[in-house]
Nanobody, 116 residues
Framework: QVQLVESGGALVQAGGSLRLSCVVSGFSLNDVDMGWYRQAPGKPRKVVASITRDGYTTYRDSVKGRFTISRDVAKNTVWLEMSDLKPEDTAVYYC??????????WGQGTQVTVSS
């Protein structure tokens, strides 16, 4: 059974840093392209960063140079390191496989709030 559990969100001041974790079960990170997504209030969920099965990473323009996605296959974990956080980064952050095929697996997400 696929499960995705996000953690690490917090309230931080602008310019601060956070590390989000996503522990997965029911599948191997070697087999699925993974992404971190975020959803701000009243806005659609958008991909922030992604990492392919081969370890290739891509980023949304607004987070390039500030966010880093990584994974440890043995630990079944995907991370999102975030630095120089801005108020516009405030959102609920989720990890998941590629939509729409993985839409049924969205977890609870983790709240990131950046104060100015």
């Amino acid at each position: 059974q696929v499960q995705l559990v996000e953690s690490g969100g917090a309230l931080v001041q602008a310019g601060g840093s956070l590390r989000l974790s996503c522990v997965v079960s029911g599948f191997s990170l070697n087999d699925v392209d993974m992404g971190w997504y975020r959803q701000a209030p009243g806005k659609p969920r958008k991909v922030v960063a992604s990492i392919t099965r081969d370890g290739y990473t891509t980023y949304r323009d607004s987070v390039k140079g500030r966010f880093t996605i990584s994974r440890d296959v043995a630990k079944n974990t995907v991370w999102l390191e975030m630095s120089d956080l801005k108020p516009e980064d405030t959102a609920v952050y989720y990890c998941n496989g590629p939509p729409p095929s993985w839409d049924e697996y969205w977890g609870q997400g983790t709240q990131v709030t950046v104060s100015s």
